[in-house]
């Protein structure tokens, strides 16, 4: 029996195989997340960086000039970016992050249509761009986390 450097690679592409698709996207997510949350606190990336606010409706900055953010929104990103990084080590909790990751951007995108953008429950902040990137994460997250889940399901019925 083969123990070499290739056996090695080749028995690290099996279990990569095995885990399916489940944490490889969570962590893709995560890190995501992660760098969208350090990027909330660069001035330049994040227009009218001196007009952000710790909450609320009233905070100016823009990252990439388009999503408002708040010193919260930012730290927020980068809580959950975390969260997906350590839960993308299982596939049961990988699935899980992506899942209700996506039912809580779906709330979010319900939520930032539901009040108004001036108004003071507005706290988070968010702008149209951000309920339309909440729409897309929702969607792709949800969809992200069914099919990890099939194929968790299915590697199970298989073993």
């Known amino acids: 029996m083969e123990t070499g450097p290739s056996q090695v690679a080749r028995d690290r592409a099996a279990a990569a195989a095995a885990e399916g698709p489940g944490p490889k996207?969570?962590?893709l997510y995560g890190a995501v997340f992660v760098l969208v949350g350090v990027l909330g606190f660069v001035p330049g990336i994040t227009r009218h960086f001196s007009s952000m606010t710790f909450a609320g409706h009233m905070?100016?900055?823009?990252?990439?000039?388009?999503?408002?953010?708040?010193?919260?929104?930012?730290?927020?990103?980068?809580?959950?970016?975390v969260a997906g990084l350590v839960l993308a080590r299982s596939v049961p909790s990988?699935?899980?992050y992506l899942l209700v990751g996506g039912v809580v951007y779906a709330v979010l995108w319900v939520y930032g249509i539901a009040v108004g953008m001036g108004s003071s429950a507005n706290f988070v902040p968010l702008n149209t761009g951000d309920n339309w990137l909440h729409l897309v994460l929702a969607l792709t997250m949800i969809g992200a986390g069914l099919l990890a889940r099939r194929h968790a399901v299915r590697t199970v019925r298989t073993a």
Do not use: E, K, P, T
Request: proline share 0%; charged share 5%; glycine share 10%.
């Open 25 to 27: 996207i969570a962590r």
């Open 94 to 96: 990988a699935w899980a």
């Open 59 to 81: 905070s100016g900055a823009l990252l990439l000039g388009v999503f408002q953010v708040s010193v919260l929104h930012n730290v927020v990103h980068l809580l959950y970016g």
